[in-house]
């Protein structure tokens, strides 16, 4: 039986982790919830629980079963399971390491004890107290450190800058309800064309771009809610590429995994 590297989540971020990490030859299984609310659905492995199976950049993730992990496995996938209280840890599987890239900004439920080695990325998660290693996700640079004491830095709440556009870019759900979309990711938009709308308040494009991200049309949301990602740069091919911040990311778990002798010997000995 294979040693498995389990991620929780399935968003963009946690995406690149898994795609980075499954290209290095590692077996890579994701969790998620029931409905997913990734608003990059493009490049989000947890698409996959809507539509039976997703592919990011040539790698496949599938919908899967407990009894179909290992199968899904075989054929070079990556299963992507419905278990958002991780009951997959008491599972006859060999799940050496949990990566929690849910970005919930809150320590996990689990103990260190779980697994050999658990990794929180961002904050929320302090090393050596509820997780043993933290990633810090915030730009700059100390993004993608590793941290085995402390905690990563505070979320700013501050979107990432793109062309000089920063809050703008985010688009947010004017009120509670059913989403209805006006288009899809990659279409472009122009300035004060209607995106989509919740409860019949439109969601107006504040600037010209592409839009590299929105939730699926039908869904319930919250006022305030992220819904989607509007990009100035306004190139759809970047709508269906991971990130960078998601593969460096990818790059700084496979160091924290890596790093860890007993770990190594069991993956690959």
């Not at 992507?80 to 599987?93: E, K, N, R, W, Y």
């Not at 689990?110 to 050999?116: A, I, M």
């Not at 509820?130 to 100390?142: C, L, S």
């Not at 306004?234 to 991971?242: A, E, S």
Request: aromatic residues 4%; hydrophobic residues 40%.
């Amino acid at each position: 039986m294979p040693n498995l590297i389990l991620i929780r989540g399935g968003g963009d971020l946690a995406s690149g982790i898994a795609y980075r990490l499954h290209k290095a030859g590692l077996k890579v299984i994701i969790t998620e919830i029931g409905q997913p609310l990734s608003v990059r659905r493009k490049v989000s492995f947890c698409e996959a629980v809507y539509d039976g199976e997703i592919t990011i950049e040539g790698v496949i993730g599938r919908l899967a079963a407990p009894e179909t992990i290992l199968s899904t496995l075989s054929d070079g996938e990556i299963p992507v399971l419905v278990d958002p209280d991780l009951t997959i840890l008491s599972s006859p599987l060999s799940i050496l390491c949990l990566v929690d890239a849910t970005l919930r900004k809150r320590p996990p439920e689990t103990g260190l004890d779980t697994v050999k080695l658990s990794i929180g990325m961002g904050p929320g998660f302090t090393a050596a107290k509820d997780v043993h290693a933290v990633i810090e996700t915030n730009r700059g640079h100390t993004l993608g450190r590793v941290y085995w004491q402390g905690s990563a830095l505070a979320d700013t709440g501050i979107p990432e800058q793109v062309l000089g556009i920063r809050a703008e870019r985010v688009l947010r759900a004017p009120a509670d309800g059913k989403l209805i979309t006006h288009g899809d990711i990659g279409d472009h938009f122009d300035k004060g064309d209607t995106i989509c709308e919740v409860e019949g308040i439109p969601v107006n494009a504040p600037f010209d771009g592409s839009l590299r991200g929105l939730l699926r049309s039908g869904v319930i949301v919250k006022k305030g809610l992220k819904i989607g990602d509007l990009d100035p740069r306004d190139d759809p091919r970047y709508c269906t590429l991971i990130s960078d911040k998601s593969l460096a990311l990818g790059g700084s778990v496979l160091e924290a995994i890596l790093s860890q002798k007993e770990i190594r010997k069991e993956l690959w000995d």
